[in-house]
């Protein structure tokens, strides 16, 4: 798989699915876009506006389009299709009607594009992404959610600017649910080289404090975001990037994506939620496991029941 010559397609071409295909764009991640929506002239309307940048970048493609076959042979297909949760909704409360959705979407994509990557970024993002798994034919390294991989960014981003550190030494993951179970495992958080607990903390404030706060912070951002402005779509755009460029240049990144749990992490293995894996040109080219203590792997059952009963609740 070469960048040079990469595919990627997109499915919906509302706010998300818009900014994850003017952010490829953007940032050149690949070489041609296909932006695909049931309605034509709201693809072509969203292409068309993110083409006019294309002279003032570099040479690129966008394609708007209506039709399945177009996303035929390409390297990755983002899945972004699905209802938004309204005021005073969490993610899982769109769950049915999505449900359908991605089904009907991963039918489509097993005729036209069956040996493409999938990434599911439609909330509720990880019992959607066991939907497509199972409704799938393709092999499940193939297909994985965006998960916690915002969430995370958000974390280290924020913590570092609290520890006075560069973000890319803050090494720390959100896993779990993406939503209100998702949690931070500070147990295994470092900072460089150094663990958190023995890390320098600023004057007038306590580890406790720390944790408290900014496990605060990350789960309620993507909410506090949408209460002012409607939705989010510039953060999670990036994080998508993120993902397609380890894909197309096999870059073998750990994200914590949304795949199903591998037995070590005492689960059950059918639950998907956010887990660090490495992700690369045959997508999740191993899951990891993540060092917790008992008390995180406490959170980590609780997030796991609450989505399997999310799942369960639903007529498959």
């Given amino acids: 798989m070469s960048s040079k010559t ?5 499915i919906g071409a509302g706010n998300v699915g818009a900014n994850v295909a003017n952010a490829l764009v953007l940032l050149r991640k690949c070489v041609r876009v296909v932006l695909f929506d049931r309605t034509l002239s709201k ?11 294309i002279p003032l970048l570099e040479e690129m493609e966008i394609i708007p389009s209506n039709k399945y076959e177009d996303l035929a042979d390409s390297d990755v297909i983002v899945v972004t299709v699905g209802i938004q949760p309204k005021r005073g909704q969490s993610r899982l409360d769109t769950l049915s009607d999505n449900a359908e959705i991605i089904r009907s979407t991963m039918k489509e994509l097993d005729r036209v594009a069956p040996n493409s990557i999938v990434l599911i970024v439609s909330n509720p993002v990880d019992v959607l992404t066991r939907i497509a798994i199972t409704s799938s034919t393709r092999a499940e390294n193939l297909i994985f959610g965006s998960g916690t991989v915002l969430d995370t960014a958000r974390l280290r981003y924020q913590l570092g600017k609290r520890l006075n550190v560069a973000k890319l030494d803050v090494h720390v993951y959100v896993v779990g649910e993406h939503g209100d179970s998702e949690f ?19 004057q007038g404030a306590t580890l406790e404090q720390i944790h408290q706060e900014y496990a605060e912070l990350t789960r309620k951002r993507g909410y506090n975001i949408s209460e ?58 191993r899951q990891l496991l993540l060092p917790r203590n008992a008390d995180e792997q406490r959170l980590l059952e609780e997030s796991a029941t609450k989505l399997n009963l999310a799942y369960n609740s639903l007529d498959n």
Avoid at 6 to 10: A, D, E, I, M, R
Avoid at 185 to 194: C, E, K, M, N, R
Wanted: charged letters at 15%; a negative charge; glycine letters at 10%.
């Fill in 6 to 10: 990469s595919k990627v397609g997109v």
């Fill in 43 to 53: 693809a072509e309307g969203q292409a068309w506006d993110i083409e006019d940048s």
């Fill in 184 to 202: 931070v495992v500070w147990s295994s958080a470092f900072i460089g080289t150094i663990p958190l607990a023995e890390f320098p903390i600023p």
């Fill in 228 to 285: 002012r402005k409607g939705n989010t779509s510039y953060g999670i755009s990036i994080a998508v990037c993120q993902l397609v460029n380890s894909i197309l240049r096999d870059e073998k990144q750990i994200f914590p994506v949304s795949a199903r749990a591998d037995s070590s992490y005492g689960v059950g293995t059918e639950v998907v939620f956010g887990l660090p894996c490495i992700i690369g040109s045959i997508g999740i080219e």
